[in-house]
């Protein structure tokens, strides 16, 4: 259980990490327009 907790935490944190690099490489396109 606890072990299944950090590994949660762990992929939630790269998806974050995933959605925001995203959100910032859409951000520079859009200035770049």
């Given amino acids: 259980m ?3 907790n950090i590994f949660d935490r762990r992929s939630n944190r790269a998806a974050n990490g995933y959605a ?5 490489e859409n951000e520079l396109i859009v200035s770049k327009d």
């Fill in 2 to 4: 606890m072990t299944r």
């Fill in 20 to 24: 925001l690099k995203k959100a910032v």
